[in-house]
């Protein structure tokens, strides 16, 4: 198993952890997560695109490793989320950059 799906494996057993123990929690955000990313004036693929962005300006490895894989299976081109990432540069500045290596190690491990 690659660094990244690892990642993402431990974010979606933290995530059954937290409905067992904190189950109207979880619900309520499970329900905002899906209304978020539902179609709206946004496809999937764009929306995965800023969550990709987002995820690098935050430096959130979890985050980086879950979006770039739904980006990818929503249709994104390795191309589009490398310039989503090179917009997050922009507003994250030199650190944001250095998490591009995340999103370099789930463009492989999830372009298989």
Same mark, same amino acid.
């Given at each position: 198993?690659?660094?990244?799906?690892?990642? @993402?494996?431990? @974010?979606?057993?933290?995530? !059954?952890?937290? /409905?067992?123990?904190? %189950?109207?929690?979880?619900?309520?955000? !499970?329900?905002?997560?899906? /209304? *978020? &990313? /539902?179609?709206?004036?946004?496809?999937? $693929?764009?929306?995965?695109?800023? #969550? @990709?962005?987002? +995820?690098? #300006? #935050?430096?959130?490895? =979890?985050?980086? +490793?879950?979006?770039?894989? $739904? +980006? &990818?299976?929503?249709?994104?081109? !390795?191309?589009?989320? &490398?310039?989503?990432?090179?917009? #997050?540069?922009?507003?994250?500045?030199? %650190?944001?950059?250095? =998490? *591009? *290596?995340?999103?370099?190690? +789930?463009?492989?491990?999830? /372009? $298989?």
């Amino acid at each position: 198993m690659g660094e990244m799906k690892e990642a @993402v494996d431990e @974010v979606m057993e933290m995530m !059954k952890m937290m /409905s067992r123990e904190q %189950p109207e929690t979880i619900r309520h955000f !499970k329900e905002f997560m899906e /209304s *978020v &990313l /539902s179609k709206g004036k946004l496809d999937l $693929k764009t929306k995965e695109l800023i #969550a @990709v962005g987002v +995820a690098i #300006a #935050a430096r959130c490895k =979890y985050c980086i +490793a879950i979006h770039v894989e $739904k +980006a &990818l299976k929503a249709g994104a081109t !390795k191309e589009e989320i &490398l310039e989503a990432a090179s917009v #997050a540069i922009l507003m994250g500045g030199g %650190p944001a950059m250095t =998490y *591009v *290596v995340e999103v370099k190690k +789930a463009l492989e491990e999830f /372009s $298989k």
